[in-house]
């Protein structure tokens, strides 16, 4: 979601970038179901459309901060 209007991105995720205290999950399918792929803290990965195995759409997505 785009975090100013709540609109539904229009465009592919292609790299993330996770903070030092944050972890990432993002899922392939809505409602945190099927597979899913893990970022750690102070991690940053590009290429993702390769990367997630599952095409690179992201429907769903976790981020825990401590």
Aim: glycine share 10%; hydrophobic share 35%.
């Amino acid at each position: 979601m785009d975090r100013g209007t709540a609109r539904q991105l229009k465009r592919d995720i292609d790299s993330v970038s996770v903070g030092p205290r944050a972890t990432l999950q993002v899922y392939e399918h809505a409602m945190f179901r099927d597979r899913t792929v893990n970022f750690p803290a102070n991690s940053r990965e590009g290429g993702l459309m390769r990367k997630l195995g599952f095409g690179g759409r992201i429907e769903a997505m976790k981020l825990s901060c401590s």
